[in-house]
């Protein structure tokens, strides 16, 4: 009897620890974001396919743009191990705590990176290789250490963070057309408004890691929420011009004006207000932003 329970106590910790590395693994690649990711991605290869669909290729994608994203995630966190402990919403990451080293998490994020960009590259072609390499060299290597010297690394990190959208196109076109541009446009303009809301909301803890995310010196003041609000109402034309060019319907680019104006009413009640709430708001008026308008230009094209 006491053989059996020292056996079950054993099977229960190892089914613990294999729980634990588990929702280690999940956090250093940060699976929600990078599905998200992945979400756009395919939603614009869909888009670009109007009803032609490789579900082989739709796979590879998916399974090479996980594995980058993820990949950049990881070395992200390896990078900045020591200023994750410093920030609360990063301290329990697993290699700031040490529940992971740092040698494992490089040769995992490493083994994904070049796995992903040979998947892309050798299924789908060779210029979304390139592409998918440039996102995450230029993220890993450009953006995260930019963080703290200055507020440009957010529009330097707007590149990476759009070119999966423009990877989905040229995964089934085999080419950047003006298209692709257009596209790849209407997700560059949205991280603005996205992580400007974001990083107001978090300022205090960027603070404390020297990471300066804010566009404006002060951090939360009026020069911030005019600037987020300048791109917010950017995106009223921009969102429309795949419209334009026949990317999409008329359905979709009223959809897509309609969400540049929440975007926009609610970076207009930041700036009046400079209040957390209201970026609050902001940020998941974001969050329903670009699903809803990828979603639309897919389903209006098919």
């Avoid at 082989?56 to 390896?78: D, K, P, R």
């Avoid at 300066?212 to 995106?235: E, I, N, V, Y």
């Avoid at 999409?248 to 309609?258: D, E, M, N, R, W």
Wanted: glycine share 8%.
């Amino acid at each position: 009897m006491e053989v059996k329970t020292i056996q079950t106590n054993e099977t229960i910790a190892e089914v613990s620890s294999l729980r634990a590395k588990v929702s280690d693994y999940n956090q250093l690649v940060k699976f929600r974001l990078t599905f998200l990711v992945v979400f756009s991605s395919v939603v614009t290869y869909l888009t670009a396919s109007a009803g032609a669909i490789n579900w082989f290729e739709v796979a590879m994608l998916a399974l090479g743009g996980f594995l980058v994203t993820g990949a950049s995630n990881g070395i992200n966190q390896v990078i900045e191990k020591d200023f994750d402990k410093l920030m609360l919403r990063t301290a329990n990451r697993p290699v700031a705590t040490n529940r992971m080293s740092v040698t494992e998490a490089s040769l995992l994020s490493m083994a994904m990176g070049i796995s992903g960009v040979i998947i892309i590259a050798t299924f789908l072609n060779p210029l979304c290789g390139w592409l998918a390499l440039g996102a995450l060299m230029s993220y890993a290597f450009v953006y995260t250490p930019l963080k703290r010297i200055s507020p440009i690394s957010v529009f330097v990190g707007a590149f990476p963070g759009a070119i999966p959208t423009m990877l989905g196109w040229v995964a089934f076109t085999g080419k950047i057309d003006m298209p692709a541009i257009i596209l790849f446009g209407v997700q560059f303009f949205w991280q603005f408004p996205h992580f400007w809301s974001i990083a107001w909301i978090l300022d205090d803890d960027y603070k404390r890691a020297g990471f300066k995310m804010l566009p404006s010196t002060p951090g939360r003041d009026k020069g911030t929420a005019f600037q987020t609000l300048t791109f917010s109402l950017a995106l009223i034309p921009i969102g429309m011009v795949p419209y334009q060019y026949g990317v999409s319907g008329i359905i979709s680019a009223v959809i897509a004006a309609l969400g540049g104006l929440m975007l926009s009413y609610y970076s207009w009640k930041l700036f009046k207000s400079c209040e957390i709430a209201d970026a609050k708001k902001l940020m998941f008026a974001s969050f329903v932003y670009l699903p809803l308008v990828q979603l639309a230009y897919l389903f209006d094209k098919i």
